[in-house]
């Protein structure tokens, strides 16, 4: 499959894309398995996930990243990876009635509990599942997707913000770890930082706010394209900033200033 965007070839490599069965995961999928990945789309959308498995010669594994259990599941029958794509996300009320007033006032439990636990738990328990056997292997690359909201305010939501500024902090540290560690595997950990994309996540609502001020919503394409040049130029530890209409912007910080270690 040709898709017109391949700048690496991922022939003979496993990957695992949480969240694959719409927007970013999906367009994602696509694209590895068009550079010849193996690809294992994973979702809580069973029917949405199979589907996109089945277009692009994949698998499809029933995962809610924020159960660790499940993970254990899917990485010992689908298993071991090279590559993981940990991109499942929600924002603070997706799918729950607005609420009024600041943004933080009527936040329930459940609203936060239900966010920390599929954007934060759900990227550190896929790391969690996944390194051992990239360790055992030698190799591998972590791509978590994080947001423009990890490296910006982003005043309507300020928990969605937290949880992509905590994915950035996460993926820095690790990211740091395993470039800076003698005798550490080749491991690359990265961030994808997204500005508005043209999802299932922005809702009508938000939608009709961008427009009014005339924010561009990028296409899923773009940003796919960015996961495969991130595969391409492996860059451990940084943070890719991505913009409609533009080359993405690569944040990164020298692998010897770590807190813990010496300094040079
Ligand atoms: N669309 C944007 O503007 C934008 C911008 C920056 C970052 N992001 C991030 O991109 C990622 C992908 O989101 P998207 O924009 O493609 O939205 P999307 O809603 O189209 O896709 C998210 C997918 O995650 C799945 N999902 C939800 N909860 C899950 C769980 N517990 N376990 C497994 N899968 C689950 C959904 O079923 C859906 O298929 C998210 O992390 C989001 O925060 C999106």
């Not at 439990?109 to 954007?119: G, K, L």
């Amino acid at each position: 499959m040709s898709n017109g965007f391949s700048t690496v070839e991922l022939a003979e490599r496993k990957a695992i894309v949480t969240g694959g069965a719409s927007g970013i995961g999906k367009a994602t999928a696509i694209a590895m398995a068009g550079a010849g990945a193996d690809v294992v789309v994973t979702d809580i959308d069973e029917d949405g996930g199979a589907q996109v498995a089945a277009d692009i010669g994949g698998s499809f594994a029933m995962l809610d990243v924020s159960d660790p259990s499940a993970w254990d599941r899917v990485v010992s029958t689908a298993g071991p990876f090279d590559i993981a794509f940990l991109n499942a996300g929600i924002s603070t009320n997706q799918g729950l009635p607005r609420t009024e007033g600041d943004p933080i006032s009527a936040l329930t439990d459940d609203a936060y509990r239900r966010i920390m636990s599929i954007n934060l738990d759900g990227v550190v328990y896929g790391a969690r599942a996944v390194l051992p056997g990239m360790t055992e292997r030698g190799s591998g690359d972590i791509i978590a997707t994080a947001s423009m909201a990890g490296l910006f305010p982003i005043s309507l939501d300020p928990v969605y913000g937290l949880t992509k500024h905590g994915v950035v902090g996460f993926v820095r540290s690790l990211g740091n770890y395993f470039e800076s560690t003698d005798g550490a595997p080749d491991i690359c950990v990265s961030a994808l930082c997204p500005a508005f994309t043209d999802t299932n996540i922005i809702g009508e609502e938000l939608r009709a706010v961008l427009d009014t001020f005339e924010v561009e919503i990028m296409p899923v394409d773009h940003v796919a394209g960015v996961v495969m040049r991130m595969l391409a130029e492996r860059k451990p530890g940084s943070q890719w900033a991505v913009e409609p209409g533009h080359e993405p912007y690569v944040f990164e910080w020298p692998a010897t200033k770590t807190l813990g270690q010496d300094q040079e």
